[in-house]
């Protein structure tokens, strides 16, 4: 499966919107610097307005979303890289996520205390991407001196390690992230080196909640810093979504609109964080169950195929693709045959966002 690590200062509301986002009380949330130090791992179904109108088509007796993780990464602190604040627990922890939701305060709050005196969001994005920075550079710094060794001695890897090295470090000197800094082709290379800064950021400004449908002073510059490094930001306000998370469905369009909101926070959070990852969904649908999947984009038949069973993969042949749209207009997979929608396709196929597809294969 995927992951997004959640990470931010002390007391920005991690763990107000992790504990919202996997609806447990696991992530104890409490205004002290240090409260959640083991990483705290959830499951998140990923929301998908699709799957209903697939599955009423389908006449389906269950749905069954796809889902994401989330990972509780607690209080980085400012010379984390240099240890301080159980720094390398944390960075190490960092290590292990696909992708990083940076949660930034953006609400004044009196009573809770600030590690570093005031409210100021980018400010505080800075401090903690530096110590991505300097961890990725001291990693690289100390890989280098035996590849650039080997390199002497004509070792073509150790060769092709230090001319994708030396650029990173030079980058990260400078103050620019390896995300920025990844020579044209090498994304693979750099992503073997599991640096930090190298993983895909989505900044989230937890407001007041006063603001959360509008965001407020704060997220705007957060939102202009986004913009600069053309990554995506999400306003929430996770007090409300912990609110909102022990809603029943049917209490929560209510409660959302009555604030002006039209999607929780944490459903706009799951989706930002499944697009960063670089993921589609496909479907298989039928009258026992319409069940979504979930893929990187670019995968081929074959090995989505094998997101549902090995053997599939292994044994397949061929699989019968129905557009998500082509699938509702032609009011499910009889229509769309008779339309002439049903594309049969092989192995070299490229999997679409929204796919129906029956996977044909040898067992
Ligand atoms: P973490 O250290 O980043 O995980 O922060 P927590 O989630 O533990 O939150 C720290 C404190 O801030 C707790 O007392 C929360 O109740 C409070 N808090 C979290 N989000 C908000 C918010 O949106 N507004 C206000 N006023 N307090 C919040």
């Known amino acids: 499966g995927f992951n997004c690590g959640i990470v931010g200062l002390p007391n920005v509301g991690k ?18 610097p240090f409260c959640t130090i083991e990483p705290n791992v ?24 796809t889902s994401l993780e989330f990972v509780d990464i607690a209080g980085l602190v400012r010379g984390a890289s240099r240890g301080e604040g159980l720094g390398n627990q944390f960075l190490a922890n960092i290590r292990e996520v696909d992708a990083i939701i940076h949660v930034l305060r953006c609400f004044e709050d009196g009573d809770i205390t600030h590690v570093e005196g005031s409210v100021d969001p980018v400010r505080d994005a800075e401090t903690i991407e530096t110590e991505l920075m300097l961890a990725d550079l001291d990693s690289l710094e100390k890989r280098l001196p035996a590849l650039q060794k080997k390199a002497k001695g004509n070792d073509r ?16 000197k400078e103050g620019i992230p ?44 957060v939102k202009e810093m986004a913009a600069k490094e ?30 002006g909101l039209q999607e929780s926070g944490l459903d706009r959070v799951i989706s930002a964080g499944y697009k960063l990852l670089n993921l589609v969904t496909y479907f ?10 979930t893929i990187t984009k ?64 040898n067992v």
């Open 157 to 172: 890897e150790a060769q092709s390690q230090v001319s994708i090295i030396e650029p990173l470090i030079a980058a990260l």
């Open 284 to 293: 298989t649908c039928g009258p026992k169950e319409t069940r979504a999947w």
């Open 15 to 32: 763990s107000t919107l992790f504990n919202a986002l996997t609806q447990t009380a696991s992530a104890q949330a409490a205004n002290y």
């Open 42 to 65: 959830g499951r998140v179904a990923v929301p998908d307005n699709r799957l209903d109108i697939l599955a009423k088509i389908a006449g389906s007796q269950k749905i069954l979303p």
């Open 298 to 361: 670019g995968t081929k038949a074959p090995q989505a195929a094998a997101v549902i069973h090995n053997d599939f993969e292994r044994g397949f042949i061929a699989c019968e693709t129905i557009a998500y749209a082509d699938y509702v207009s032609c009011k499910g997979e009889v229509g769309a045959k008779e339309a002439g929608k049903m594309r049969v396709e092989g192995r070299d196929y490229i999997v679409q966002d929204g796919d129906v597809l029956l996977f044909r294969f």
């Open 178 to 221: 390896a995300r920025k800094a990844i020579p044209a082709g090498e994304e693979k290379a750099v992503r073997q080196l599991q640096l930090l800064t190298s993983k895909p950021v989505l900044y989230v400004c937890n407001v007041e909640e006063d603001s959360a449908a509008t965001g407020n002073a704060f997220s705007e510059r």
């Open 230 to 259: 053309k990554a995506e930001i999400v306003v929430v306000s996770a007090a409300i979504e912990a609110e909102v998370s022990v809603l029943e469905a049917s209490e929560r369009t209510e409660f959302l609109e009555g604030l």
